[in-house]
Structures are given as structure tokens and as C-alpha cells.
């Protein structure tokens, strides 16, 4: 079973738009970690943000904002004024202290902000 | 601090060669990992590292091998290559476990 669930495969918006990126995750654990990567055309893989199952306070970083939402399993990300700049691939990961830490990925969401 | 190194870049083999895969950090971190990335599969880990001298298996371990032997490198052999193997592969590091992973910028491996 797919411990991390991003649903949305391919997302296009106009440039200024807000967007929201869906996360969801199954684990037993209850010490657990949640991440976001993003992976831009270049190919390379950039940590966004990590946060860990105590702590379910939304975090804002300028254009960015996460919300985690422990009674849906949901870790949403949303961009704010979408730019040209924010076209990527944008992957969740879960990791359970059960498991070892091991990193489970989504699939990933292509992000295209059109100018 | 260069972070994160991997090479090479790019490399083709055929079916039943074998070669190796080099991934080096400079910043003292305890974990390594490798991951495969495959369209739309996201990253599956393939063996991971908690420290020199101690290696174990993730998800999709079958056909690759890992030692640790210092610190600072982790290379990942493929022992006999098969197209299945195709992929574009990740190394990674942390601090430690369940910390965030600083990614090398990938080898494209292709298989024929």
C-alpha cells in the first residue's frame, strides 16, 4: 500500500494564481516526520520543509505555507502568488520511526505556472 | 563545502556489465542513502546507511549492492546490469535519521 498519496498528477495555473499541492499519508506510528522536496526542470532535488507528527502548527515561509492536518492524514502545501519560478516537481515524503526512518516518497505533482 | 557529490553524470552499459556508482559527502553526516527515480514512481529507497560499516536494505534492494566504509563515502554497485535497471539514481545524506536529505544532483543510468 502507498504510505504517501499525492493524487494530483499534473497541475497547470496562470502565473499569480494560489495553488494547493495535496499530501496524504498512512502510518501507524506515532512518531513519524513529514517532508516536502521540490525538483525543478534542472533535475535536482531541494529540501522544502520537514515537520514532525507533535507538531501540527502550520508553517508560512514567504510565498509558501504548509498546513498538517493530523485527523485527515494531510500535509498541504500552497503556494501564494504563484510565479513562473515555482514550475516543478514537488514530492512528499513520510518517515516513520516503526520503519527504521526510512523515507517513503509520493509520486509526485508537475506544478506548470503559465506567464 | 561541496555537499553532496555523485558521479559520473551520465552512463550507458549493456545488459551484464556491472559498474559503480560513487556518491561522496562532506558534511559529516551520519545517513546515506541511494533512491532510484522512475517516472511516475517517485523515489524508492534501494539500501541506506546509518553509519560506516553498517548498511541496510530498503525497498527495491535486489541487484544492487552497498558498503560503507568511511564516513564520507557510500558507492552503490550493480552487479550485473539489466534494462530494468534504467533509472536515474539519487544519493543522499542527513545528520541522521528522520532529519531532512540533501540530495547529490543524480547519475542517468541507462541499460541496453
Known amino acids: 500500500a502507498q504510505k504517501v498519496t499525492q493524487a494530483q498528477t499534473e497541475i497547470s495555473v496562470v502565473e499569480k494564481e494560489d495553488v494547493t499541492l495535496d499530501c496524504v499519508y498512512e502510518?501507524?506510528?506515532?512518531?513519524?516526520?513529514l517532508f516536502w522536496y521540490k525538483q525543478p526542470p534542472s533535475g535536482e532535488l531541494v529540501f522544502l520543509i520537514r515537520?514532525?507528527?507533535?507538531?501540527?502548527q502550520n508553517e508560512i515561509s514567504g510565498r509558501y505555507s504548509w498546513n498538517f492536518q493530523k485527523s485527515t492524514s494531510s500535509f498541504n502545501f500552497t503556494i501564494t502568488a504563484s510565479q513562473v519560478v515555482d514550475s516543478a516537481v514537488y514530492f512528499c515524503?513520510?518517515?516513520?520511526?516503526?520503519?527504521?526512518?526510512?523515507?517513503?516518497f509520493g509520486t509526485g505533482t508537475s506544478l506548470t505556472v503559465i506567464p | 563545502n561541496a555537499g553532496v557529490t555523485q558521479t559520473p553524470k551520465f552512463q550507458v552499459l549493456k545488459t551484464g556489465q556491472s559498474m559503480t556508482l560513487q556518491c561522496a559527502q562532506d558534511?559529516?553526516?551520519?545517513?546515506m542513502s541511494w533512491y532510484r527515480q522512475d517516472p511516475g514512481m517517485g523515489l524508492r529507497l534501494i539500501h541506506y546507511?546509518?553509519?560506516?560499516?553498517?548498511?541496510d536494505q530498503g525497498e527495491v534492494p535486489n541487484g544492487y549492492n552497498v558498503s560503507r566504509s568511511t564516513t564520507e563515502d557510500f558507492p552503490l554497485r550493480l552487479l550485473s546490469a539489466a534494462p530494468s535497471q534504467t533509472s536515474v539514481y539519487f544519493c543522499?545524506?542527513?545528520?541522521?535519521?528522520?532529519?531532512?536529505?540533501?540530495f547529490g544532483p543524480g547519475t542517468r543510468l541507462t541499460v541496453t
Open positions: 502510518t501507524r506510528d506515532t512518531t513519524y516526520y
Open positions: 546507511s546509518v553509519g560506516a560499516g553498517i548498511t
Open positions: 558534511m559529516n553526516h551520519e545517513y
Open positions: 543522499a545524506s542527513s545528520y541522521a535519521r528522520a532529519y531532512e536529505q540533501y
Open positions: 515537520r514532525n507528527s507533535f507538531d501540527e
Open positions: 515524503a513520510l518517515s516513520e520511526r516503526n520503519t527504521g526512518n526510512q523515507f517513503y
